[in-house]
Nanobody, 125 residues
Framework: QLQLVESGGGLVQPGGSLRLSCAAS????????IGWFRQAPGKEREGVSC????????NYADSVKGRFTISRDNAQNTVYLQMNSLKPEATAVYFC??????????????????WGQGTQVTVSS
């Protein structure tokens, strides 16, 4: 089955930036819609952003619009999440997920078939 690996997390001061990557080594990611989700301690997993197979259509949670950007690079077989103007509320484990087919809202975790292990993002001064 498809295995996803996230990277790029770390400790950042408020207002700083990070770029997360989601990669798969043995499968072609352009066959999948990709979503980024996050889960903070004691909270439910929430959708952050998603991108369709072509890379032409993207969606963002209201909480990150204007600050986060999702993109995909087929040559690198990688999907990115550029996170700017980070706030402490963004502290969470961020997960990459892939969907073979999607018919509902891409911000719903139930739409996805494969998940990575997650990467920790901590925003603190």
């Amino acid at each position: 089955q498809l295995q996803l690996v996230e990277s790029g997390g770390g400790l950042v001061q408020p207002g700083g930036s990070l770029r997360l990557s989601c990669a798969a080594s043995k499968f072609t990611l352009h066959y999948y819609a990709i979503g980024w989700f996050r889960q903070a301690p004691g909270k439910e997993r929430e959708g952050v952003s998603c991108i369709d197979r072509s890379g032409n259509n993207t969606n963002y949670a209201d909480s990150v619009k204007g600050r986060f950007t999702i993109s995909r690079d087929n040559a690198q077989n990688t999907v990115y999440l550029q996170m700017n103007s980070l706030k402490p509320e963004a502290t969470a484990v961020y997960f990459c997920a892939a969907a073979v087919r999607m018919f509902g809202p891409c911000v719903l975790a139930a739409e996805y078939d494969y998940w990575g292990q997650g990467t920790q993002v901590t925003v603190s001064s």
